[in-house]
């Protein structure tokens, strides 16, 4: 299993709107690519020091044969909505993680 992770710092200004795009929009629009199990969205808790609001989403695939899959069939399209819509209100970072392992706590929490 592997993750996809995109870390994007985005502009105070735009916040409310890119939110709205990312969940209505840019991330069905990766799991229809159909390379991509699922996508889990987190608000970075960090504060920058160049300001804005940073956010990670993890996309997960199954294989990295299926990730340059997605580099080589959607990425550009995908990446250059965002590019048109936000301009230089948005940096974005992306890293390729391998999934070791994964642990659950058997404990129930109320």
Do not use: C
Not at 69 to 87: D, G, H, I
């Amino acid at each position: 299993m592997y993750i996809y992770n995109v870390t994007t710092n985005v502009h105070e200004s735009i916040q409310k709107e890119w939110l709205q795009w990312m969940k209505e929009k840019h991330i069905p629009n990766m799991l229809e690519t159909g390379k991509f199990i699922s996508a889990k969205m987190s608000q970075v808790l960090i504060n920058e020091e160049m300001g804005g609001v940073t956010y990670s989403v993890q996309y997960t695939t199954e294989s990295l044969e299926t990730l340059h899959e997605y580099y080589n069939e959607n990425a550009n399209k995908l990446r250059e909505e965002a590019l048109v819509l936000f301009k230089d209100k948005i940096v974005a970072f992306r890293t390729e993680l391998k999934v070791i392992s994964e642990q659950f706590s058997m404990s129930l929490k109320n």
